[in-house]
Structures are given as C-alpha cells and as structure tokens.
C-alpha cells in the first residue's frame, strides 16, 4: 500500500509530491495528459503587487520568499533550471496611475516592491510612448511547464506515474484506504485544477472558473530580457520566444482556443509594439479560480480519505509552494489548517 494517490499534475498536483516524497511518503500520481491543463500553459510570474489599484498580493510577505526558497531548493536538488528572477516594468497609462503609483510605495511595506524609476532595457526604442513606467521588485518567474515536465519523467522511471483518464467515481473507499485499479492507497488528493469541478465529491464547493488565452510569438532581434505589462504581458521565454497573454472571460461554452481571443491578443500587442512578430502558437486553458480567491485545502467532511488541493487560480507559481507545505504538514503531524483556505470554510451539504 502507498501512501498518498495524487490525482492531477498541474502546478498543485507537482508541488504536493514534491513535499510528500521530501517527507519520506510513498506517491503515486496519475493525470490525464490534458493539453488544456492551465499549468501547462501558465506563465509562472510571482508579482508581488497586482491589479489597477497597486495592492500588494494576499499573504505574499509568507508566500513570495518560500517560494523562491522551494523553487532554488528543487533547481538544486534535481540539477535543472526552471526559476529566475526577472524585472517586471508596468506601465502607467496617465498622471493619474503615475500618483497613485508614487503614493502607494510611502505606504508601509510596500517599498521594498515597488520603484519609481524603470529601466526599459532592450525595450527601450521599440515600443510606441506611454505616459510613465513604474518597476516592480523581486518579481521572478517559474517555467511551469518544463517543472511539471521534469517531476512526470522522474516520477515515470519510478513507477509513480500513470497516465490515464482517472475517474472519481471508479475509487474504492474503504474505511482502512483506498483502492483504485489495483493500486491502494491510504489517501487520495484531488489536484485536478478546473475539472475538480466535476468531482461529484467536491462540486459543493464554489468553483468558477476562467477561461484564459494565449499566444507564443517570435519576435526576431528584440532580446527583451524582462517581463512586460501594456494591456497583455510579454514574458520572456527560455527558448527565445515570447509568451503573450492573456485574455480573461468567466462566460464560456467550451475550453478551444478562439479566432476572437487571438485577435484580442494579437490587437493589443500590435497596439504598442514596434517589431514585427508572428504567432508560433496560440492555446487556452480554464483557470481553476475560486469564489473567495482562496485555495481550497482539506478533507472530504464525510469520506475523509479523500483530500482536495485545489483553486489556485491565476497565481499558482506563488501560492503553490507556502500552501501544499501547509497542506503536507497538516496531513502529517496534525497541525491546523489555516481558515482562509480550509474547505470547512464551507458548509457540506451546501445550503439550498
């Protein structure tokens, strides 16, 4: 019998084998290979401080330096590159952006975020004018899909991996653990991202949702070393492309890339870039995003050997890491789940 069965290899799926194996525990993990998976996708930016108003992220003064402790720690112990620090410039459209800009950093905490002055770098003369720029610091990136990439085949020439569409409901629960086609196991975590959804044992809980689109270009000649953001980011990629994204829609029918979400990308950065560029590839993905903007972590209320690691939304690079050692620690030695993202946050059954 092993311990823990993971259901799901995204960013969730990854980071909780990660931890359970460094604790000695014996995994398994099985994922469906989805070419819609959001991590596969993701653009892995840890920012710091996010949205029109300048806030800084929830709880990032705990979550951005384990991060990038966990990160260095896996590059290290695995010999692979998959974690950088990375500049990120953020344009400020008008007067009005570049007060609030100035104001927020006197406010307590959040100088060592932000800057006044940003460099444009290799950006610079390519780009039609804007009003100002501002600089966030210590942003880095994460290359989610060369991390989730490497634990598969580490995991693959251990026999700890399988892939295969497994269904929920096809799970044996016993009261001593539970078994799923000849593989027992004392407890299941379900870090299936947007499908969980599906999940008859976790529909209860108030997952949304959103769709998201991308695109990957080729800018020859431009060299941007550091992360943009005009209306779209552009990130730098290891293979010398540019990843460019991205749309955000919670009213979809289906999760296929559209005609309309390449044109609303490809517009927006035709609108500020000088180059040329062409489109190498164009892709989408539904984010598993919460009502509350919360993870979702814990037990099943009535089948507890079923566990759920879920809902980190569009900013899994930095949640990832701090909540699955959480999660692990918890499962573990006992310790107390956090409120904020305890699933017990919600009533079962739901309230009709």
Not at 85 to 111: A, C, F, K, S, V
Not at 154 to 173: F, N
Not at 227 to 254: A, S
Not at 306 to 319: D, H, R, Y
Request: proline content about 6%; hydrophobic content about 35%.
């Amino acid at each position: 019998m092993i311990d823990y069965l993971i259901v799901g290899q995204g960013i969730a799926g990854t980071l909780m084998g990660y931890f359970l194996q460094k604790a000695g525990k014996q995994i398994h993990v099985v994922d469906n290979d989805s070419p819609r998976s959001s991590s596969k996708h993701a653009a892995g930016i840890i920012n710091p401080v996010t949205g029109r108003r300048f806030v800084k992220s929830w709880r990032i003064e705990d979550l951005m330096p384990f991060a990038h402790r966990t990160y260095q720690t896996i590059e290290k112990e695995f010999d692979i590159q998959v974690f950088e620090h990375i500049p990120l410039i953020r344009t400020l459209y008008d007067q009005n952006d570049r007060n609030n800009w100035m104001l927020r950093i006197t406010d307590p905490g959040y100088e060592e975020y932000m800057d006044g002055k940003a460099e444009l770098g290799p950006y610079e003369g390519h780009l039609h004018p804007a009003f100002s720029y501002g600089q966030t610091l210590q942003t880095a990136r994460l290359d989610v899909p060369a991390f989730i990439a490497h634990f598969r085949r580490y995991w693959e020439s251990r026999g700890a991996y399988s892939t295969t569409q497994l269904s929920i409901e096809d799970l044996d629960i016993q009261e001593e653990g539970v078994s799923w086609g000849g593989l027992q196991a004392r407890q299941v975590i379900c870090c299936e991202g947007s499908w969980g959804k599906q999940n008859p044992y976790f529909s209860y809980l108030p997952f949304r949702g959103a769709k998201g689109e991308v695109l990957e270009v080729e800018i020859p000649d431009a060299n941007f070393d550091r992360i943009l953001k005009r209306k779209v980011f552009v990130v730098p990629l290891q293979n010398g492309n540019y990843w460019i994204g991205t749309t955000n829609t919670n009213w979809f029918t289906h999760e296929m890339p559209t005609l309309e979400g390449k044109a609303e990308l490809v517009e927006k950065l035709k609108a500020f870039l000088k180059l040329d560029f062409e489109i190498v590839a164009h892709h989408s993905a539904i984010r598993p995003t919460v009502k509350d903007r919360r993870p979702f972590i814990g037990a099943h209320p009535v089948h507890p050997r079923l566990g759920i690691f879920n809902g980190l939304g569009t900013k899994g690079a930095s949640l990832g890491p701090f909540w699955a050692d959480h999660y692990v620690k918890h499962l573990l030695h006992g310790s107390d789940l956090d409120p904020e993202v305890d699933i017990r946050r919600y009533p079962y059954p739901p309230a009709e």
